[in-house]
């Protein structure tokens, strides 16, 4: 009776009556989908200038470019249209990838 069973399972997979083939391939594929999906790096969020961006530029371009000192006039960093307007030419002093990684994502916004 058991082999019965089974020929007949068998049967319906391979002749794909009643579809379940295709509902596995569909399961199959919306698994493989759903797990590239997550893979793949998700859109930046929002990057605060004043919380994220200005202190990374204070740690390497203070006292020089902000209030009171030599390049403040001609360069502030302390306003994001300067950082937007310079974009990866402050990476000069810059070096940590963590960083750059995140001023890129406040300039893509």
Known sequence: MRACVLV??????????????RWI???M???AASSSRS?????PADVNFDEQI???LVSKCMPCHFSGGAQYA??????PETIKRLGEKLFTRIHDENHR???RDFLSQ
Do not use: E, Y
């Not at 893979?39 to 859109?43: E, I």
């Not at 001609?74 to 306003?79: C, H, L, N, W």
């Open 8 to 21: 007949i399972t068998l049967f319906f997979l391979v002749n794909d009556w009643g579809g379940q083939k």
């Open 25 to 27: 391939r569909s399961a």
């Open 29 to 31: 594929l919306s698994t």
């Open 39 to 43: 893979a793949q790096p998700s859109s």
């Open 54 to 56: 200005k202190p990374i």
């Open 74 to 79: 001609k360069m502030p960093f302390d306003r």
């Open 101 to 103: 990684r995140l001023i």
